[in-house]
């Protein structure tokens, strides 16, 4: 589980990191759920906390539900469109980070030539990148969900082995410690502890 938790970690990190240069508002808030849920379900396991598991799996199907939305939202399916501010929440134009630092991606900035038009305004065109920036945030979803696939999973797996060691736990007196050869005494026989030394 230790492996798995440091993986899902590095990769919510890292699209942390991307998402917070794109400025991209509704994905650095799930990926922070994501890695502090993550923490959570860590906790729940090496403490024996079978309810964070619980947590954890519960959120491990909203965050594939939200990177499967990601998905359609990138592929435009469903009347989605990449091109709507919906990722930072309408607060700012910002798009994806890989829109213009993609691999092999040329980023020119034009400024406008015409009378009248601010001198901060320019055009940003972008060419030659060896994949589209939505493809990469596809994959990245991808990768998201199949983590957290595996992660839903174990902790499934685990929560089956906390509940059996539950129900298996041998209580002070309990019925596990007699033979079925030697059945409980019902009464016990007490005798007096008599003293040692001179009694004066």
């Given at each position: 589980m230790f492996?798995?938790?440091?993986?899902?970690?590095?990769?919510a990190l890292e699209r942390q990191i991307f998402d917070f240069?794109?400025?991209?508002?509704?994905?650095?808030?799930?990926?922070?759920?994501?890695?502090?849920v993550v923490i959570l379900g860590?906790?729940?396991?090496?403490q024996f906390r079978?309810?964070?598991i619980v947590v954890y799996t519960v959120w491990t199907a909203l965050w594939v539900t939200w990177n499967v939305f990601i998905i359609c939202f990138y592929l435009e399916v469903g009347g989605l469109s990449k091109e709507t501010d919906l990722m930072t929440f309408n607060i700012s134009m910002h798009r994806s980070w890989w829109r213009e630092h993609g691999p092999g991606c040329i980023r020119r900035v034009v400024r406008p030539s015409a009378p009248g038009i601010l001198d901060d305004y320019s055009y940003i065109s972008v060419t030659g990148c060896i994949i589209d920036f939505q493809y990469l945030e596809v994959i990245h979803s991808a990768i998201q969900i199949l983590l957290s696939l595996i992660g839903f999973?174990?902790?499934c797996y685990v929560i089956s082995i906390f509940m059996e060691e539950e129900d298996s736990f041998d209580f002070i007196g309990g019925l596990d410690t007699y033979s079925y050869r030697q059945p409980p005494q019902e009464h016990v026989e007490?005798?007096?502890v008599k003293p040692v030394g001179k009694v004066l």
């Open positions: 492996c798995l938790c440091v993986f899902l970690q590095l990769a240069l794109g400025f991209q508002w509704a994905p650095i808030l799930g990926n922070f759920l994501q890695i502090i860590l906790f729940g396991t090496i079978p309810r964070y999973v174990y902790a007490l005798k007096p």
